[in-house]
Antibody, heavy 114, light 107 residues
Framework: QLQLQESGSGLVKPSQTLSLTCAVS??????????WNWIRQPPGKGLEWIGY???????YYNPSLKSRVTISIDRSKNQFSLNLSSVTAADTAVYYC??????WGQGTLVTVSS | DIQMTQSPSSLSASVGDRVTITCRAS??????LNWYQQKPGKAPKLLIY???SLQSGVPSTFSGSGSGTDFTLTISSLQPEDFATYYC?????????FGQGTRLEIK
């Protein structure tokens, strides 16, 4: 059964870069049949798609975040990563990774605060 | 961007009730519509994909319909574990967008 697990810093200072990794187990990330996604949810609010990457390395980002987002893939480690630069308090959210429509990881809360 | 609008935003119902949630897209998305259930503190769980296909392991009390711009999620007989927030999502074009959510509460 495919499982995804987010990891990374839970506290990031304003203007710094948020970095998260999604480890994939129970299946291979090396399949272009699926997109590998990052989604976030500010506390008490709805869901916002950040972007996705394919096995080929092709990426698609939400235009609202495009200038600050980088998603990369590490096939050797069966994982993919998110970098979000120049963060502000508005980037405080639970960050989820997901394969296509599912499954999703359990999510990790990232707080932006000095 | 394609805007997804859900209605109602919140809903009170009783165990055993039949409930329908609607989702409208700002332009045609064919059948590229997914439904998710989210419980507090948990990740969203896929219920329905491609507008009407039931995800494996999801009870048959859940069903989806629609195409183009108008979609519905129906729960035929509410169970206690169904009280949650429901989101629609379009995967027709990037950026992928979600509805604002429908909170289903116990009456």
């Amino acid at each position: 059964q495919l499982q995804l697990q987010e990891s990374g810093s839970g506290l990031v200072k304003p203007s710094q870069t948020l970095s998260l990794t999604c480890a994939v187990s129970g299946g291979s990330i090396s399949s272009d049949a699926y997109s590998w996604n990052w989604i976030r949810q500010p506390p008490g609010k709805g869901l916002e798609w950040i972007g996705y990457i394919y096995h080929s390395g092709n990426t698609y980002y939400n235009p609202s975040l495009k200038s600050r987002v980088t998603i990369s893939i590490d096939r050797s480690k069966n994982q993919f990563s998110l970098n979000l630069s120049s963060v502000t308090a508005a980037d405080t959210a639970v960050y989820y990774c997901a394969r296509g429509e599912g499954p999703w990881g359990q999510g990790t809360l990232v707080t932006v605060s000095s | 961007d394609i805007q997804m609008t859900q209605s109602p935003s919140s809903l009170s119902a009783s165990v055993g009730d039949r409930v329908t949630i609607t989702c409208r897209a700002s332009q045609s998305i064919s059948s590229y519509l997914n439904w998710y259930q989210q419980k507090p503190g948990k990740a969203p769980k896929l219920l329905i994909y491609a507008a009407s296909s039931l995800q494996s392991g999801v009870p048959s009390t859940f069903s989806g319909s629609g195409s183009g711009t108008d979609f519905t999620l129906t729960i035929s007989s509410l169970q206690p574990e169904d009280f949650a927030t429901y989101y629609c999502q379009q995967s027709y074009s990037t950026p992928i967008t979600f509805g604002q959510g429908t909170r289903l509460e116990i009456k």
